[in-house]
């Protein structure tokens, strides 16, 4: 198990090789064989993969920009079901960095996914979102808590 407490602040990357695959319903976004975890304290996991395992069909560029003090602009995506009928468009699901401070160069293009907006999964595990929309980190079976982003967490 892995406390999201002996995480470190600055954040770290974690190369892992899990499985991460992003759903929009029936459409398969991500299927990577890998993934870049940035840890960070009081916050779980989130998770990087590389470009080239999304599926850019079914993404366009959202208006959103964010700044990390510790990674630096982020550019935002949204999902856009094209070729569903039935599909909603889900503004900002997701988020990457083209241009990263260089201590995290190593995500750079690579892109995270809400799992508050979309169905999320490490190996075969579903993750949870954590609370709030502020923090897109995924919950999986080996991180507990308690986790920043709930309502009245923001200063912890």
């Known amino acids: 198990m892995e406390s999201v407490w002996d995480y470190p602040r600055p954040p770290r990357l974690d190369p892992v090789d899990w499985r991460i695959r992003v759903y929009h319903g029936e459409i398969?976004?991500?299927?990577?064989?890998?993934?870049?975890?940035?840890?960070?304290?009081?916050q779980p996991p989130a998770y990087y993969v590389d470009g080239r395992y999304v599926n850019h069909d079914h993404l366009?560029?959202?208006?959103?920009?964010?700044?990390?003090?510790?990674?630096?602009?982020?550019?935002?995506?949204?999902?856009?079901?094209?070729?569903?009928?039935?599909?909603?468009?889900?503004a900002d699901a997701g988020w990457y960095y083209p241009t990263p401070n260089q201590s995290f160069a190593a995500i750079t293009d690579h892109f995270a996914f809400y799992a508050q907006k979309l169905r999320c999964l490490v190996d075969d595990e579903?993750?949870?979102?954590?609370?709030?929309?502020?923090?897109?980190?995924?919950?999986?079976?080996?991180?507990?808590?308690?986790?920043?982003?709930?309502p009245g967490t923001m200063h912890w």
């Open 28 to 42: 398969l976004l991500v299927d990577a064989p890998n993934a870049v975890r940035v840890l960070e304290t009081s």
């Open 126 to 150: 579903e993750v949870d979102p954590n609370d709030g929309s502020f923090y897109g980190g995924w919950i999986t079976s080996n991180v507990t808590g308690p986790f920043k982003g709930a």
């Open 60 to 90: 366009r560029q959202s208006a959103m920009r964010t700044y990390c003090e510790w990674k630096g602009p982020a550019a935002y995506v949204d999902v856009v079901p094209n070729g569903d009928p039935n599909g909603a468009v889900v």
